[in-house]
């Protein structure tokens, strides 16, 4: 069974205050991690998709990269905007579903 | 584009009822899917479509009944409402494209269900 675990549940962070989110996860052949951002009372808002080890992508002040059991998403110089939960998700096997953790709630204090 | 809709946003139903949450995508995307969201858990999929004509079950799908008679409208049918069924529903969809490329989901803003 397709497991995937994020950490920390929530953290707060100073404007300006770099850190990292994890996601780890135990899958039979992945074929994608994604992450997302859902900001309260709307859907995800796609971010990125990893597809094997090694593989880094960034956009903004966000970069995420990927093991063999685990991705960061890491966060430089955070702004109050990117306040937000932020969900991981894996696609393995033969299928199309996704497998998501339960998020990490992050805040940015100004 | 508007991407993913649903309707409604908001939704109270009393134990029994049934009624029916509506999710259209003008993408041309092939697979559909339905999730819940409820506190500390996650998204769920409920059932997903990879065309027209073709269903299928995921995680949780006692409860709901799906369809896809066109590429654009996957509605989840909730047949007799239960306080278990509360919780934030979304519908996403996503192209298959070719061979086993994994691509992303985009997400509807979601249904807000309480039952009472």
């Known amino acids: 069974e397709d497991q995937v675990t994020q950490s920390p549940e929530a953290l707060r962070l100073q404007e300006g205050e770099s850190s990292s989110l994890n996601c780890s996860y135990t899958?039979?052949?992945?074929?994608?991690l994604f992450w997302y951002r859902q900001d309260p009372g709307k859907g995800p808002e796609f971010l990125f998709t990893?597809?094997?080890a090694g593989e880094e992508k960034e956009k903004e002040r966000l970069k995420a990269t990927l093991t063999k059991k685990e991705s960061f998403l890491h966060i430089t110089a955070p702004k109050p905007e990117d306040s937000a939960t932020y969900l991981c998700?894996?696609?393995?096997?033969?299928?199309?579903?996704?497998?998501f953790g339960s998020g990490t709630q992050l805040t940015v204090l100004p | 584009n508007a991407g993913v809709t649903q309707t409604p946003k908001f939704q109270v139903l009393k134990t029994g009822q049934s009624m029916t949450l509506q999710c259209a995508q003008d993408?041309?995307?092939?697979?559909m899917s339905w999730y819940r969201q409820d506190p500390g858990m996650g998204l769920r999929l409920i059932h997903y479509?990879?065309?027209?004509?073709?269903?299928d079950q995921g995680e949780v799908p006692n409860g709901y009944n799906v369809s896809r008679s066109t590429t654009e409208d996957f509605p989840l049918r909730l047949l007799s409402a239960a306080p278990s069924q509360t919780s934030v529903y979304f519908c996403?969809?996503?192209?298959?494209?070719?061979?086993?490329?994994?691509?992303?989901?985009?997400f509807g803003p979601g249904t807000r269900l309480t039952v009472t």
């Open positions: 479509s990879v065309g027209a004509g073709i269903t």
């Open positions: 998700a894996v696609n393995a096997g033969s299928a199309r579903q996704l497998t």
């Open positions: 996403a969809s996503s192209t298959l494209g070719r061979g086993l490329g994994s691509y992303e989901q985009y």
């Open positions: 993408m041309n995307h092939e697979y």
């Open positions: 899958v039979s052949g992945l074929r994608g």
């Open positions: 990893l597809y094997s």
